[in-house]
């Protein structure tokens, strides 16, 4: 007798990203669809790891995490954002930038409570919200620019909204928000209880002399928020799963009682090397301009091919319109692409939760060179 349980989240299957990644290693292709460098990370953050373990770091660390760590965040988000953080009750280490999203919903979210956000949308937003019983309301970001409509915003606040969900840089487009983004969110948010979750994971991976405008800048809006970050994003050390979470004493009271019956702590000797390393401040201000180069160089193989380029300027990403080489939908375009011409992307139509179809694909730049350049080889290849 086979026993059947009623499942939380009924319509959501297998990620766009784990479903395109094996069908990359199926078919030997070369793999611009997962957000992951190829290349090195720091050496001496390698080292440094190392190091803490060997001097016996290798036990349970604080539950709110390494205090040493912390105190270096506060003392960079003071010198990066102009923000006085305690951190002691103001900031939580976490296993990944993702994990903190989902600890903020779920330290506050019930039943029936609304949450904007905005698409296309990393993929984890409305699984976050809905195992939680709350009700996405997904507003359409206006193509082919990504710019947000604040009026349909406006539209769409009423008495159940609880939250809203922003990420800046943005993915999958790259986009980022202006201070006019800015001065709208707070114009909304003014006078009410509406929550914000701010997903600031690829904050130092911005191009083009472009402003990250973290909500850290702003008291009126950081008083109502969980803001959100990754340093895998940050080191190239996506598989490390090391993030954190800073919100206001109030807030991370109730993030932290969902955070110490779920992971309770975070890898010990890596947060020991991590606050050693921030001491460096070179290592992620120099980020931006290391990732633009990337960006550049593919875009610039990219135009001897028929895709037309979206701006980015911002994350590992850049999108790609193909509508001079096919008709097909995006799923089947990209799974063609990735069979066919060994190169895998992602459509972005997996972003939507109705799948809306720009005839559009992602593509991570954040690769070694040569990786780069066999894979636009590969496609001109085989577009040819």
């Not at 506060?74 to 296993?95: F, G, L, M, R």
């Not at 949450?115 to 699984?127: M, Q």
Request: overall charge neutral; glycine content about 4%; aromatic content about 12%.
């Amino acid at each position: 007798m086979s026993i059947s349980v009623y499942s939380k989240l009924p319509n959501i299957g297998t990620t766009i990203f784990t479903t395109m990644s094996a069908l990359a290693v199926k078919h030997n292709a070369i793999n611009l669809c997962q957000g992951f460098p190829d290349f090195e990370m720091s050496k001496r953050l390698v080292s440094l790891v190392n190091e803490a373990m060997k001097k016996g770091h290798n036990q349970y660390a604080h539950m709110c995490g390494l205090p040493a760590l912390r105190e270096q965040l506060a003392s960079k988000v003071n010198t990066d954002y102009d923000c006085t953080i305690n951190p002691e009750n103001q900031i939580t280490i976490t296993p990944g930038g993702t994990y903190a999203i989902y600890t903020s919903f779920t330290s506050f979210l019930q039943p029936r409570d609304e949450v904007i956000l905005f698409e296309p949308a990393y993929d984890s937003y409305i699984p976050n919200i809905e195992i939680n019983g709350a009700v996405p309301v997904p507003i359409q970001l206006s193509y082919p620019d990504y710019s947000i409509d604040w009026n349909l915003v406006k539209e769409k606040i009423n008495h159940k909204t609880k939250a809203i969900i922003i990420n800046t840089p943005h993915n999958p487009t790259g986009s980022v928000w202006s201070e006019h983004d800015i001065q709208q969110l707070r114009e909304i948010v003014k006078d009410t209880k509406i929550l914000i979750i701010s997903d600031e994971v690829y904050e130092h991976l911005i191009f083009d002399n472009k402003k990250h405008f973290s909500i850290l800048r702003y008291p009126d809006l950081f008083e109502r928020s969980f803001v959100c970050f990754s340093f895998g994003k940050v080191y190239h050390c996506t598989g490390w799963k090391m993030g954190y979470c800073i919100a206001p004493e109030h807030l991370m009271k109730e993030f932290r009682k969902v955070h110490q019956f779920n992971s309770f702590s975070c890898n010990s000797p890596i947060q020991f090397a991590l606050a050693e390393h921030l001491k460096d401040a070179s290592q992620y201000k120099e980020l931006g301009n290391f990732l633009q180069q990337k960006r550049d160089y593919f875009h610039n193989m990219m135009m001897q091919t028929k895709f037309v380029s979206l701006p980015s300027y911002g994350s590992y990403f850049q999108l790609f319109n193909y509508e001079k080489i096919s008709d097909e939908n995006e799923f089947d375009f990209a799974e063609r692409l990735t069979k066919e011409a060994g190169v895998a992307t992602i459509p972005v139509a997996a972003f939507y939760k109705n799948g809306v179809d720009h005839k559009v694909l992602r593509f991570c730049f954040a690769k070694k060179e040569s990786t780069l350049e066999n894979a636009v080889e590969r496609l001109i290849k085989y577009l040819q």
